[in-house]
């Protein structure tokens, strides 16, 4: 690729935005509050964030909602956090119907309590014929986790005999993952001044713009992702040319 690359979407602005929402825990430490008050605060950043994606023009929206790590969190943590998922969806699902969002749940879902899945599979199914925004929520997620599932799948296509080993391409992966049919993140935002992606999206942020925001993320807010779309903007994206 001898030219340049442009960015993902028109004048500069991303096609698909995902988002590491981190710092619930530590805005609730700063205000002397419970954990959870954090992670409360934290789904009206959501609220927001939805609303200014749709105002933007961005086309997809991923959110690292729940990891696969964070099962190991103290069990009323954990607790909390099933019990905004439930109050969200049954909160919010409507408007974002209302809205035209498609909603698509991506990560493990074996294991999961049936009423949890009863409401992914709502959201996802409510929404399905939306041809706005839409809103992939990594729930119970982990790219690792999520590679090796995809592997053993091909894996056993091989062995059954649907396919052979040369038909593993990046292609034939990417669209066996948790997001096939989906493009690959434009930019990749984390809030909270970390700098790592802990296990997110690690096959589909191989080209992606990667941009940290010192705010915690329940003060994530139109000023800040502003920001990180100018920077988004002001990148040259080459994708290995010149």
């Known amino acids: 690729m001898g030219e340049l690359a442009v ?5 500069g602005r991303p096609r698909h935005v995902a988002l590491i929402m981190d710092g619930n ?32 023009g961005i086309e997809f929206l991923t959110l690292f909602s729940f990891s696969t790590e964070n099962w190991l969190r103290p069990e009323a943590e954990v607790s909390e956090l099933m019990r905004l998922l439930r109050f969200f969806i049954r ?3 409507a408007e ?15 294991g999961l309590a049936p009423e949890i899945l009863a ?15 839409t809103l992939v929520v990594a729930f119970n997620y982990g790219a690792r986790q999520e590679m090796a599932r995809t592997m053993r799948l091909l894996a056993q296509e091989v062995q059954a ?35 790592r992606i802990s296990n997110f ?3 589909q942020a191989a ?33 290995g040319g010149v």
């Open 201 to 203: 999206l690690l096959w």
């Open 161 to 195: 005999g649907r396919m052979t080993p040369a038909d593993i391409t990046p292609e034939c992966i990417g669209a066996a993952l948790d997001t096939g049919g989906l493009p690959d993140p434009d930019l990749i935002i984390r809030t909270s001044g970390e700098q």
């Open 7 to 11: 960015a993902g979407g028109a004048e």
């Open 119 to 133: 409401l992914l599979d709502e959201a996802e199914s409510t929404t399905a014929g939306n041809t706005g925004l």
């Open 25 to 56: 825990g530590r805005w609730a430490e700063k205000r002397s509050l419970p954990r959870v008050a954090g992670h409360r605060a934290g789904v009206e950043a959501v609220r927001r964030l939805v609303r200014l994606a749709r105002e933007r």
């Open 96 to 110: 974002l119907h209302g809205a035209n969002v498609l909603i698509r749940i991506i990560g493990e879902r074996e």
């Open 207 to 239: 080209y992606a713009e990667f941009v940290f925001l010192p705010c915690l993320w329940p003060d994530f807010d139109a000023a800040a992702f502003d920001e990180a779309l100018g920077e988004f903007a002001r990148r040259q994206r080459r994708f």
């Open 91 to 93: 909160s919010d699902l």
